[in-house]
T-cell receptor, first 113, second 114 residues
Framework: KAGVTQTPRYLIKTRGQQVTLSCSPI?????VSWYQQTPGQGLQFLFE???????NKGNFPGRFSGRQFSNSRSEMNVSTLELGDSALYLC????????????FGPGTRLTVL | AQSVTQLGSHVSVSEGALVLLRCNYS??????LFWYVQYPNQGLQLLLK??????LVKGINGFEAEFKKSETSFHLTKPSAHMSDAAEYFC????????????FGAGTRLFVKA
């Protein structure tokens, strides 16, 4: 079974631009969560999507948004990029049941100049 | 609200020595607890998880953790460290309900000396 894939792996943008990151979950997984990882703040939860609906949201400004498609693939968008948005963005998918195990992708390294 | 505290941002052990990484949690409901490992430039890999079955949980690569409700702890141990264990380790908690949300600790970087 293929794992969680994220594209692109690396991205360089400038302040004020916007960016879209993509995540393909493990086949059959309907839940996709996004996390931001930085040296200063650690791993912070952005949001979770389940069956195309945002089910949970972290404490991030409205510049961060996401969506999920009918095939469970998810995209995350950040508008009006700031230097502080430079981070590793991780996506995780989860299957059904109550074991709540998440499988993480390799991440997208975003650098904002 | 749930929270996780990992004691020690850096831990250094000698190869062959005991590894002990500490994690304390706070949760208003019976928690699901996890330990993940992250190698440089990679995503997180699940080491083990506690889901209210046995309190001593065995994971991959020789790691295990014990859930102690009275101490609200879920410390990670390995009897004998190997050089390949050098990585960052994250403890995480989830309440397991719908609207799934996992809270991660700040992480502990493990160094293994030859």
């Amino acid at each position: 079974k293929a794992g969680v894939t994220q594209t692109p792996r690396y991205l360089i943008k400038t302040r004020g631009q916007q960016v879209t990151l993509s995540c393909s979950p493990i086949s059959g997984h309907r839940s996709v969560s996004w996390y931001q990882q930085t040296p200063g703040q650690g791993l912070q939860f952005l949001f979770e999507y389940f069956s195309e609906t945002q089910r949970n949201k972290g404490n991030f400004p409205g510049r961060f948004s996401g969506r999920q498609f009918s095939n469970s693939r998810s995209e995350m968008n950040v508008s009006t990029l700031e230097l502080g948005d430079s981070a590793l963005y991780l996506c995780a998918s989860r299957g059904g049941g109550r074991n709540n195990e998440q499988f993480f992708g390799p991440g997208t390294r975003l650098t904002v100049l | 609200a749930q929270s996780v505290t990992q004691l020690g941002s850096h831990v250094s052990v000698s190869e062959g020595a005991l590894v002990l990484l500490r994690c304390n949690y706070s949760s208003s409901v019976p928690p699901y607890l996890f330990w993940y490992v992250q190698y440089p430039n990679q995503g997180l890999q699940l080491l083990l998880k506690y889901t209210s079955a046995a309190t001593l949980v065995k994971g991959i690569n020789g790691f295990e953790a014990e859930f102690k409700k009275s101490e609200t702890s879920f410390h990670l141990t390995k009897p004998s460290a190997h050089m390949s264990d050098a990585a960052e380790y994250f403890c995480a908690v989830s309440d397991g309900t719908g609207g799934f949300k996992t809270i991660f600790g700040a992480g502990t970087r493990l160094f293994v000396k030859a």
